[in-house]
């Protein structure tokens, strides 16, 4: 039984007459945390960004379940099962952590607009339903303490998890996360390495990860791709990943990266 969550196949990005990204294919398997590295320049970005459709592909196809996906609007993604969060925070900074999270679970909302006027029958349903699944992430994310505050007086690395929980919120059967760990201290680090280890293991959400952070990826991938230069130069477990020579020349060979 193929047991492949998402595939992708001769992925390409040109931007002009710079090929970014370069005939790039993979496969996530249902269940595991699959990184995606590479030095700065690397094209691994690009690449994220043309799965998530927030970039069209040149070239080559996306396909989740089986389903061609490429070129999908983004929006839509979360309604089949595709949660994202980004490196640069994208929170409602003046609304308080739980409408924040009550933001993700709008692809789940089914309720009609007099239904919703009336606060009755369906919509009144749905409203304890979508508040009981907040509840649950406020839980799981250990952020009870600042459920009612306003995300923008929190601190960066509980933007971050506020974030990472919105994602939460629309049920995904795959989740991106885009240099989750980045610009966090060491403590904060080490949490959300916990959280999307539980993610993985209590939730049973597959995770595709790009990420800086060479402890947090070791430490926790199942696989790794990495990319140099818009192209895969390696594929496997850490321990492969490790030990592998062009990797280690693309990250300490002196090569200069792409801009």
Same mark, same amino acid.
């Given at each position: 039984?193929?047991?492949?969550?998402?595939?992708?196949?001769? +992925?390409?990005?040109?931007?002009?007459?710079?090929?970014?990204?370069?005939?790039?294919?993979?496969?996530?398997?249902?269940?595991?945390?699959?990184? &995606?590295?590479?030095? $700065?320049?690397?094209?691994?970005?690009?690449?994220? $960004?043309?799965?998530?459709?927030?970039?069209?592909?040149?070239?080559?196809?996306?396909?989740? @379940?089986?389903?061609?996906?490429?070129?999908?609007?983004? /929006?839509?993604?979360?309604?089949?099962?595709?949660?994202?969060?980004?490196? $640069?925070?994208?929170?409602?900074?003046?609304?308080?952590?739980?409408?924040? +999270?009550?933001?993700?679970? /709008?692809? /789940?909302?089914?309720?009609?607009?007099?239904?919703?006027?009336?606060?009755?029958?369906?919509?009144?349903?749905?409203?304890? @339903? /979508?508040?009981?699944?907040? @509840?649950?992430?406020?839980?799981? +994310?250990?952020?009870?303490?600042?459920?009612?505050?306003?995300?923008?007086?929190?601190?960066?690395?509980?933007?971050?998890?506020?974030?990472?929980?919105?994602?939460?919120?629309?049920?995904?059967?795959?989740?991106?996360?885009?240099?989750?760990?980045?610009?966090?201290?060491?403590? @904060?680090?080490?949490?959300?390495?916990?959280?999307?280890?539980?993610?993985? %293991?209590? &939730?049973?959400?597959?995770?595709?990860?790009?990420?800086?952070?060479?402890?947090?990826?070791?430490?926790?991938?199942?696989?790794?791709?990495? &990319?140099?230069?818009?192209?895969?130069?390696?594929?496997?477990?850490?321990? %492969?990943?490790?030990?592998?020579?062009?990797?280690?020349?693309?990250?300490?060979?002196?090569?200069?990266?792409?801009?």
């Amino acid at each position: 039984m193929d047991d492949t969550l998402l595939r992708v196949e001769g +992925l390409s990005k040109r931007f002009g007459g710079v090929e970014a990204v370069a005939g790039v294919s993979f496969h996530v398997r249902r269940g595991e945390i699959y990184s &995606l590295i590479g030095p $700065n320049g690397a094209g691994k970005t690009t690449t994220f $960004n043309m799965i998530s459709s927030v970039v069209r592909p040149s070239g080559g196809t996306v396909h989740f @379940e089986g389903r061609d996906i490429t070129g999908t609007a983004s /929006h839509r993604l979360s309604a089949i099962g595709i949660g994202r969060t980004f490196q $640069n925070l994208a929170v409602f900074k003046h609304a308080t952590v739980v409408e924040n +999270l009550l933001v993700g679970r /709008h692809c /789940h909302m089914r309720s009609n607009v007099f239904d919703a006027a009336w606060f009755f029958g369906r919509a009144r349903r749905e409203e304890l @339903e /979508h508040r009981r699944k907040v @509840e649950e992430i406020i839980d799981f +994310l250990e952020i009870e303490d600042i459920r009612d505050m306003p995300v923008g007086t929190l601190s960066y690395g509980m933007q971050k998890r506020v974030e990472l929980g919105r994602a939460l919120a629309t049920e995904p059967k795959l989740l991106l996360l885009d240099e989750m760990v980045s610009g966090m201290n060491t403590e @904060e680090t080490e949490d959300i390495a916990r959280f999307v280890l539980d993610i993985r %293991d209590e &939730l049973g959400i597959t995770v595709l990860m790009v990420e800086h952070d060479m402890g947090i990826v070791m430490d926790i991938s199942d696989r790794i791709c990495v &990319l140099n230069f818009g192209r895969k130069i390696a594929e496997g477990t850490p321990a %492969d990943i490790s030990a592998n020579a062009a990797v280690v020349d693309a990250y300490l060979g002196g090569q200069k990266a792409a801009a």
